[in-house]
């Protein structure tokens, strides 16, 4: 009953309240506007409440002719205090929860199957954004209702990949992978700004999110002109065979010195250490750089480090997803 | 003998400080808490206006959306050294250093700070660590933001110029050390007989707390500065990817000091409010014990915020939920502060003098700043807002609005103390009027561009925010007025003010006790404490000779 009440008021006050607000182009988009709605009334209400007291308490209280010294008044109160202190104490614990929860629908990756990979790379002062197929352009092409994951890497200083009506930002740091997941909900084009300081252009490492109404138009798209440079794949394919991986690593399915590649993304491997690890991202840019530090059970640490190139470090990356998940 | 007749007694028949001594050595080489204040006070006024040039030029240059006055590379420049400035050199020495110094001993009815020799060390190592910034100016200034995120800042191509910024940090951060321990030892060590803990007025509360985060936090800026120092020079592989290093460890160090630093600036600024607003409403202040350990709980939490700048840096969802609800925890006693300030002004007699009203102004300012921080301290909200104007706007109103208003309220609030003249109140008036408009119509109008999504450290921006960013300049046009005419009064009442009283307010804090401005020793002989907030014995005499506690009043 009550929600049935208080709900139509919520959204009221959510539309009434920050009509300023861009559009909601995401999946998250209307939970964390939620959020903001709650939290901009909460404060509006407290910042009214000071202000009120302020000027009411000058204007009756203003030392004037009769009124040059104070009326008796308590110089302290302890439960007038304590409750002060414990209201914004509970309402800011609501704050946090309400965010929390928003949050982690967030952060944690999109439930959806078959999700749109795409490969971010952050440059002074452009973004590079590889599409699965190959397709490598300096626009992010997405398709509405597609849950979608973004794999951010740089290859120079941090940069920040912030997308305004998707209410999603995620920096991209140099030797290390981060991850963003959501589903883009609206058709269009979106402003794609860079949010951490790189330097001169900074303020013109923009691009385009274009998000297409169905599969067949982003199919459409990933068709036409295939990119002139080597696709990340091919890249990868290339480096898996040009420095030498291939000769300790096979392709099917066979253990060599090293275990195989297929199969490898996205299982569980047994360490030597007793430990286990999951093959994603960080685990391979770490076993390529430093192959010693987490070492598969049942196979020798007699692996070299083998210095990538980031894009060359992404194209291996991708070419490891198309050799199958573990059966 | 009571205080106040002690007061008069010592008038203007003892030598001033400002006399006691000539020449430009007898300043230098002074161990003399007031005349280190005063030095430090020129020197902090100088960098505001320096800092303020900048931000005057970012403006202008934002009033066209493709920029267009100056260069992107100059741009980057100038916000990277009004940040630096700003935050280093103004506003966190800026209360304790100037204001601090020169009313600690005084409330303490004290004859200096516990080490006279250290302090002056400390005002030495501010002086040679402005230089350095100065000295960054000249080798063509850096572009880093005065944040100094690496790889970005110790990238290879990078000058003189960063190590000099890098070597500014760790000194600037040694003078704010030695300033914090001294004040702790002095309110330790040299309390006045009958002042007890609780007996304190609550600005050497709040200058006890900052010190305990100068003292605690500053030594991280140090290291972070040397190692990044190192890094740059040697490739230790400590922050840089290529030599094996982790940028987000430099960010984690560098929160740890920049966080706390934050309430660095702002608990003297509560400190400040709280006997402004006691003073002028005429009334003991609400709920001291609460507001003293308000400070102390602002100091102690404050340590453990600092991974709220980093939600959407990669660091682990754990952390960003522990910091999240940390930060959530420190609102709570700015809550309680606000709450208590207001209830100070209930049913009291209020005195809308200068400082009063740059208090009020606080309550409207820091109301904003504080609450805006919600947004930035719960994780869902502050994944689109982080880094964007909305952040720039936020820290404004704390960092800068609400520290700058305490400022100048306790400025004008001791001007009389300090100089032995009264500014004029007209101008004090409407230059805190100014200051609150133009600080207003300035930043407001940046959390709605902030929300709209425009990014900061921008030096052009994108058509839709252009109205946004014109009103903000216009805003900036006011500010900068206000404060002009803020200096220019008190400046030229140094020529044309009225004689001070030795207790031109009323206030029953034991500086207002000593002569205006006081001899060299504050005090003929070391007065008696009453309570710091006991108004009902102080009867003004007339504007020419102040307030004068009543004969047979207790002290």
Redesign the interface.
């Known amino acids: 009953m009550t929600s049935r009440l208080l709900e139509p008021l919520a959204a009221a006050l959510l539309a009434a309240g920050?009509g300023?607000?861009?559009e909601r182009a995401s999946s998250v988009a209307e939970?964390?506007d939620r959020?903001?709605g709650f939290?901009?009334w909460?404060?509006l209400f407290?910042?009214a409440l000071?202000?009120a007291?302020?000027a009411l308490?000058?204007v009756r209280?203003?030392?004037r002719p009769g009124?040059?010294?104070?009326?008796?008044?308590?110089?302290?109160?302890s439960r007038?205090?304590l409750l002060?202190?414990g209201i914004?104490?509970a309402l800011?614990?609501v704050?946090?929860a309400?965010?929390?929860v928003?949050?982690l629908g967030?952060?944690e990756p999109e439930a959806g199957k078959d999700p749109l990979r795409v490969q971010v790379t952050g440059r002074k002062w452009s973004w590079w954004f590889d599409h699965p197929g190959g397709q490598g352009a300096a626009e992010l092409h997405l398709v509405a209702g597609r849950p979608t994951e973004l794999v951010l890497a740089s290859t120079?200083?941090?940069h920040?990949l912030?997308l305004?009506?998707f209410?999603?930002?995620?920096?991209a740091?140099?030797?290390?992978f981060?991850r963003m997941a959501f589903t883009p909900i609206l058709a269009g084009t979106f402003?794609i700004?860079?949010?951490?300081?790189?330097?001169?252009?900074?303020?013109?490492m923009?691009a385009s999110a274009v998000v297409h109404p169905d599969q067949a138009s982003y199919d459409a798209w990933a068709r036409q002109g295939a990119a002139e440079a080597l696709s990340l794949l091919d890249l990868g394919r290339k480096v898996a065979a040009a420095k030498g991986c291939l000769a300790c690593h096979s392709l099917d399915g066979a253990p060599r010195v090293g275990p195989s590649f297929k199969g490898l993304w996205g299982r569980e491997e047994k360490l030597a250490d007793g430990t286990s690890v999951r093959v994603d991202e960080n685990y391979l840019r770490e076993s390529v750089l430093k192959p010693g530090a987490k070492v598969v059970a049942g196979f020798a640490n007699v692996m070299p480090p083998v210095p990538l190139e980031e894009r060359e470090m992404q194209g291996f990356i991708a070419f490891l997803q198309t050799l199958g998940n573990a059966p | 003998m009571t205080t106040a007749a002690a007061g008069t007694a010592q008038g203007p028949a003892a030598e001033s400080y400002l006399h006691h001594g000539r020449g430009l050595r007898s300043w230098l080489f002074t161990v003399d808490h007031k005349r280190i204040g005063i030095m430090y006070l020129a020197l902090i006024a100088a960098a505001l206006f320096l800092g303020g040039v900048f931000a005057m030029v970012l403006r202008m240059n934002l009033w066209w959306h493709g920029g267009g006055l100056v260069s992107n590379d100059a741009y980057n420049k100038l916000f990277t050294l009004h940040g630096a400035v700003m935050v280093f050199l103004f506003v966190i020495p800026g209360i304790p250093a100037a204001l601090g110094n020169f009313v600690l001993p005084l409330q303490l009815g004290a004859k200096d700070v516990a080490f006279p020799r250290v302090n002056l060390l400390s005002f030495w190592l501010y002086s040679l660590g402005s230089a350095l910034f100065v000295a960054v100016l000249v080798v063509g200034g850096v572009d880093t933001g005065w944040t100094l995120y690496p790889p970005y800042s110790l990238e290879g191509a990078r000058g003189l110029g960063i190590l000099l910024a890098l070597a500014a940090l760790f000194v600037v951060g040694f003078s704010s050390i030695l300033t914090g321990l001294n004040f702790i030892a002095t309110i330790h060590t040299m309390r006045p007989p009958g002042m007890g803990w609780f007996g304190l007025p609550l600005f050497l509360w709040a200058l006890y707390a900052t010190g305990i985060i100068q003292i605690v936090a500053t030594p991280v800026l140090g290291i972070t500065a040397a190692m990044g120092f190192l890094e740059r020079l040697f490739h230790l592989g400590l922050f840089m990817p290529e030599y094996g290093g982790d940028p987000v460890l430099f960010q984690h160090f560098f929160w740890f000091y920049s966080h706390p630093a934050v309430y660095i600036m702002i608990l003297p600024a509560m400190g400040i409010v709280s006997e402004v607003v006691s003073v002028f409403s005429r009334k003991p202040i609400f709920g001291y014990r609460f507001i003293a350990m308000s400070s102390i709980a602002i100091a102690v939490i404050g340590f453990f915020v600092w991974g709220h700048h980093m939600f959407v840096s990669g660091q682990s969802k754990w952390a960003s939920l522990v910091f999240s609800f940390l930060t959530m925890l420190v609102a709570v006693p700015s809550a309680i502060k606000t709450f208590n300030w207001l209830a100070t002004m209930y049913k009291g007699a209020i005195v809308l003098k200068t400082p009063m009203i740059y208090v009020l102004s606080f309550f409207a300012i820091f109301g904003i700043g504080g609450l805006t921080g919600l947004f930035l301290g719960s994780l869902a909200t502050d994944i689109p807002l982080h880094d964007t104007y909305f952040v720039v706007a936020h820290f404004h109103f704390v960092m800068v609005g609400s520290v700058l208003t305490a400022f100048l309220a306790g400025l004008h609030y001791w001007w009389p103390k300090m100089t032995g003249r009264m500014y004029g109140e007209t101008t004090g008036r409407l230059s805190a009027l100014l200051v609150l408009v133009g600080f207003n119509v300035t930043f407001i109008p940046q959390f709605f561009a902030g929300v709209a999504g425009m990014p900061r450290r921008y030096a052009t921006y994108a058509a839709v925010f252009q109205t946004n960013n014109r009103v903000s300049t216009v805003g900036s046009f006011i500010l900068a007025a206000g404060l002009c005419l803020a200096v220019g009064g008190l400046l030229a009442s140094l020529a044309r003010g009225r004689r001070a009283p030795a207790n031109p307010w009323g206030a029953a804090s034991l500086e207002w006790s000593a002569a205006s401005p006081p001899s060299h020793h504050n005090f003929d002989r070391t007065p008696t404490a009453g309570d710091p907030y006991d108004f009902s014995g102080l009867r003004l005499v007339s504007e020419e000779a102040g307030y004068v506690r009543a004969a047979g009043e207790a002290p």
């Open positions: 920050p300023y607000l861009p939970s964390v959020v903001f939290i901009f909460l404060s407290f910042l000071i202000l007291l302020t308490f000058v209280y203003r030392a009124r040059t010294e104070p009326e008796p008044s308590p110089s302290h109160h007038l205090e002060w202190s914004p104490l800011v614990m704050v946090f309400v965010s929390t928003a949050w967030m952060i120079d200083v941090i920040s912030y305004p009506d209410r999603l930002k995620q920096d740091v140099p030797g290390r981060t402003p700004y860079c949010a951490e300081y790189c330097g001169t252009d900074h303020s013109r923009t």
